[in-house]
């Protein structure tokens, strides 16, 4: 549907252009590429300020602060005599990690199950198929507070609460992606497991679920991101504050003073995201024992 | 009648809904009845429907916006192809930040009331799937028929015109049916950090703290179907110029 | 020997070698004159596609001299000279049949009436007259190929290129198309170069057989085809067709066993 494989090509081709490229190089250029983006925006920054350029926006150290003065963020105390900002951004971006990750499981669990299921009904597919596409305009961040709401008046604890939000933007990936995956071994495999006579279960593990298993690390790695999307806005309006989307609803109602701490904290949830999207990357490689297949 | 299923999956889904909530008595706060939902919905329907035209509106400007550039950027990439792998790690670097945590940044560049700060932020979550996807297909052409194009003396625009571009169409389509989607999530959640009262994610928001729920979940039915639709013109666009393309003859197909 | 001034291929110690250090070609000469119908064949790895593509300007050679009615290859391929077919049809899928074979003609900026009346020609030379709107994907494995072939014809080119065109197609279908072709060299007058791994192809359609032994490539034998013009179906029952099939399969086995015997220390022998 929305992810697929169409790929393969061009990843090979991108394979053969690294290969070519040796190791250091490659550092060189993403060395290279960080030091241009910096550039770019200090550059920017420089550019407007000196003109009185104000299209799109107007650009001072409140809009566009200088990197080194987000950096510089990390080190100062929030409150007067308080911890330094990386502490309380680390224990949220943990808090976060938790909930992304319990969603992440949760929702690769629901998600997989799911398409076992359709992949085995044609009428359950053409039934629910339309809805799972569906589920994924539904903005979550507006369902949050009731679902937190609810789930905490059966006693289920916040950070669990939004797992469950979380799980259902990366259900979506996981169910799609599998299902493509489970249907797409050789006509000619299914034709010489049914001459051995196999039961339906059997063709499942031995033949559909290790044909899916590229398209499924594909969902997954989508999955991984999501999952942090989840989390943030999950914990935005439920007024979760351990967490990162309750540093950025905080640090955002205090942007006029003190624009680098919401800065920072953006930068802690981009790297949360990269993390989980890398240990998903790290997996496949490990499992699939081959390179990745691609990316997004 | 591929499509029988699924509206009786809708009807059956509805009444177990409604039937579970009055069966359970489960309370408004948690899950109203359809019934509510649908009532809360007609008796404001002008008001409602404004609001969602005006999150429509700045999705759809970010939408445009985003993916324009997406496809320009690709087009740059694929050009100059070594530029483009090179940068191919950074993409899907930005593609796994969660950009939309940037929304109250985007509120405060372009302010709460300036629709621009939401479409900014619906663009840039637009930028990167587009972007990927077009580059993957302006560059996963089969070899053979860029060598017969050669075997042509046609330069580089023929090349692109009449191979690259035409080929890569389906890959920009499965990029821009996900930033139809996203466009109205990334508009949604920049008005819930702030934005002009006649929006329709600040409505949600307000009727969520008023304990208006029907209302709130009439808010979120409507964004919902505006996703949708917007989905499935984008879907509908995707049928009527790559007709020519054999994956659009199946259901599976796209 | 023919004369090198009016060859439409004139090859003289034309070596390519690849950047990974494999000699694709070492020390090939090959003149084709015009009109000429030349198969090359020989096993896996011989380098008769490489040899193909550089003659069609799509592979640099290393060092030698290669030209194309007497010009450079480039110069050739800039004065569309090639009509190339592949293997697979390469058929654009977002064009009809008729504007897939229009494509080149396009290319050279030819006017509106004069491709659709030289489009009807073509497809109706490959008899394929009907299917002007069908989709590339609505056609059987040997109507692409014909497709293909009409559009490699379309502009007129002086060298038809063709990359083994119908290894992928069923026997019955590969005996049909290989009559139809000769049927349109004939017709089109054009001089042919024709990649193939097949031994009764190759004589059925040549004029004559350039058999190439592998690592490195070299031409190993050059047989003459003087089957009577022109040939049909009873050509493949003639006691000449089979005592020429004869010959090309003992020059590919001798070419494989004195390419084998020059490098029995090798430890690629082993295999």
């Not at chain 1, 259900?171 to 006509?187: C, E, T």
């Not at chain 1, 800065?263 to 790290?282: K, S």
């Not at chain 2, 404004?50 to 993916?67: H, I, N, P, R």
């Not at chain 3, 003992?250 to 022998?269: I, Y």
């Amino acid at each position: 549907m929305w992810w697929n494989a169409r790929h393969m090509e061009a990843a090979a081709s991108e394979r053969r252009v690294w290969k070519v490229v040796p190791g250091l190089s490659k550092l060189a250029t993403y060395a290279i590429v960080i030091v241009a983006l910096c550039a770019a925006w200090e550059g920017y920054k420089w550019l407007w300020e000196t003109t009185g350029w104000t299209w799109p926006f107007l650009v001072d150290d409140t809009t566009m602060p200088h990197l080194w003065d987000i950096l510089k963020a990390f080190g100062e105390p929030v409150t007067t005599g308080g911890p330094a900002l990386i502490h309380p951004l680390l224990d949220a971006a943990w808090f976060t990690a938790k909930e992304a990750i319990a969603g992440f499981v949760l929702g690769a669990v629901v998600g997989f199950a799911l398409a076992v299921l359709l992949v085995h009904s044609r009428l359950l597919e053409r039934g629910l198929l339309p809805y799972i596409v569906a589920s994924q305009t539904v903005p979550i961040l507006a369902i949050a507070p009731m679902v937190v709401i609810g789930l905490g008046s059966k006693g289920v604890e916040g950070w669990k609460a939004v797992a469950v939000l979380a799980a259902y933007l990366t259900f979506f990936p996981v169910a799609i992606n599998a299902l493509r995956g489970l249907q797409s071994a050789d006509p000619r495999a299914f034709e010489l497991m049914e001459s051995y006579a196999s039961s339906r279960w059997s063709i499942l593990w031995r033949l559909r679920v290790p044909a899916s298993l590229p398209y499924l690390f594909t969902a997954l790695k989508i999955s991984a991101t999501a999952s942090v999307i989840g989390a943030i806005i999950g914990e935005t309006p439920a007024s979760i504050q351990e967490g990162l989307g309750g540093a950025i609803v905080n640090f955002n109602q205090y942007y006029s003073l003190q624009p680098t701490f919401l800065w920072a904290t953006n930068i802690v949830c981009a790297v949360l995201g990269l993390v989980l999207f890398g240990a998903v990357a790290l997996t496949e490689r490990l499992v699939l024992r081959r390179a990745p297949e691609h990316y997004a | 009648m591929d499509w029988v299923p699924a509206v009786v999956v809708f009807l059956v889904g509805i009444g177990l809904w409604q039937g579970l909530t009055t069966l359970f008595d489960v309370e408004t706060f948690l899950l109203p009845k359809p019934s509510e939902i649908a009532q809360a919905f007609w008796e404001d329907k002008a008001t409602l429907w404004d609001y969602g035209l005006y999150t429509f509106k700045e999705a759809a400007g970010g939408f445009v916006l985003g993916s324009s550039l997406g496809i320009l950027t690709a087009l740059v990439l694929a050009r100059f192809r070594t530029v483009g792998l090179a940068l191919m790690p950074f993409a899907v670097a930005a593609n796994a930040v969660p950009i939309i945590a940037f929304a109250p940044i985007t509120n405060n560049w372009f302010g709460l009331l300036n629709p621009f700060s939401k479409m900014a932020i619906a663009a840039v979550l637009c930028f990167f799937p587009v972007m990927v996807n077009t580059l993957r297909g302006l560059t996963s052409v089969n070899p053979r028929a860029i060598e017969l194009m050669r075997s042509y003396a046609a330069g580089n625009a023929s090349v692109f015109r009449h191979v690259r571009i035409p080929s890569s169409l389906p890959f920009m389509f499965t990029g821009l049916k996900v930033a139809a989607v996203l466009s109205m999530i990334g508009a949604i959640v920049g008005e819930y950090f702030g934005g002009p009262t006649n929006a329709l994610g600040v409505s949600i928001l307000n009727d969520t703290q008023l304990f208006n729920f029907p209302r709130a979940w009439a808010g979120i039915a409507l964004a919902s179907a505006f996703g949708i639709a917007f989905y499935g013109a984008v879907a509908l666009a995707e049928r009527l110029t790559t007709s020519w393309h054999p994956s659009t003859r199946g259901f599976r197909g796209e | 020997m023919r004369g090198r001034g009016d060859s439409v291929v004139s090859i003289q110690t034309l070596t390519k070698s690849f950047s990974t250090g494999v000699t694709a070609l070492q020390d090939i000469d090959l003149e084709i004159a015009p009109g000429e119908f030349i198969s090359l064949i020989g096993p896996s790895g011989c380098g008769k596609s490489t040899l193909l593509r550089v003659i069609g300007d799509l592979v640099e050679p290393t060092s030698g001299t290669l030209r194309v009615n007497g010009k450079t290859a480039h110069q050739a391929r800039v004065d569309h000279d090639y009509g190339i077919v592949f293997q697979d049809a390469v058929l654009y899928d977002w064009r009809t049949v008729q504007r897939n074979v229009s494509l080149p003609l396009e290319l050279l900026g030819w006017d509106r009436a004069k491709r659709k009346e030289r489009v009807r020609e073509m497809l109706e030379l490959v008899e394929l007259t009907g299917f002007e709107s069908s989709r590339p994907w609505q056609l059987s494995g040997g109507m692409q190929q014909r497709v293909s072939i009409a559009r490699a014809l379309s502009f007129d080119p002086a060298l038809l290129l063709m990359d083994e065109p119908f290894g992928a197609l069923d026997e019955m279908t590969r005996e049909r198309l290989n009559m139809e072709l000769l049927r349109i060299w004939e017709k089109s007058g054009s001089t042919v170069v024709f990649v193939t791994h097949s031994i009764p192809e190759a004589v059925f359609l040549s004029t004559r057989v350039v058999v190439m032994s592998a690592r490195p490539g070299r031409i190993a034998a050059t047989i003459d085809v003087d089957l009577r013009q022109p040939r049909g179906g009873e050509t493949r029952e003639d006691a000449r067709f089979f005592e020429l099939v004869t010959e090309v399969r003992e020059a590919l086995a001798a070419g494989h066993g004195e390419a084998a015997g020059g490098r029995s220390s090798s430890v690629e022998e082993l295999f």
